[in-house]
C-alpha cells in the first residue's frame, strides 16, 4: 500500500525559506513521477513541481520558479521541496503526490494517483 508523509511545514515571515519534506513508502521509488501540489482556502489544488525519481528531470509551475526547488534522496525514498523567497500567496497546505511510471513533465492533478495528508505552510506579511 502507497504511503506519501509530509512534514516540515510551518509559519514564517515573508522572504523567509522553508523546507518540506516526503516520505513515501509501498511502491518502488525510483521509478515515477513526483510532484508537490498545494491548496488554499477556496482555491482549486495548484502543481507547484514535479520530479522523475529516475533521472531527476523537474518541472515547475511559474509562479514559483526560481524561488521553489524540489530535490530527493532516493536512498531515503524522500522528495523535498526547498522554499525561498516565500510570499503570503504561497500560504496553503502542501501535498506530495506520486504520479505515472516513468517521466511525465505535468502538473495535471488527475494523472497522480496517491496523495499525502498535507503539510501547512503558513506566510505572513
Known amino acids: 500500500q502507497v504511503h506519501l508523509v509530509e512534514s516540515g511545514g510551518g509559519s514564517v515571515q515573508a522572504g523567509g525559506s522553508l523546507r518540506i519534506s516526503c516520505v513515501a513508502s509501498g511502491f518502488i521509488y525510483g521509478h515515477y513521477t513526483m510532484a508537490w501540489f498545494r491548496q488554499a482556502p477556496g482555491k482549486e489544488r495548484e502543481g507547484v513541481a514535479a520530479?522523475?525519481?529516475?533521472?531527476?528531470?523537474?518541472y515547475y509551475a511559474d509562479s514559483v520558479k526560481g524561488r521553489f526547488t524540489i530535490s530527493q534522496d532516493n536512498a531515503k525514498n524522500t522528495l523535498y521541496l526547498q522554499m525561498n523567497s516565500l510570499k503570503p500567496e504561497d500560504t496553503a497546505m502542501y501535498f506530495c503526490?506520486?504520479?505515472?511510471?516513468?517521466?511525465?513533465?505535468?502538473?495535471?492533478?488527475?494523472?497522480?494517483?496517491?496523495w499525502g495528508q498535507g503539510t501547512q505552510v503558513t506566510v505572513s506579511s
Open positions: 503526490a506520486k504520479g505515472p511510471v516513468w517521466w511525465h513533465p505535468t502538473l495535471t492533478p488527475s494523472i497522480y494517483d496517491a
Open positions: 520530479m522523475y525519481t529516475g533521472g531527476g528531470y523537474t
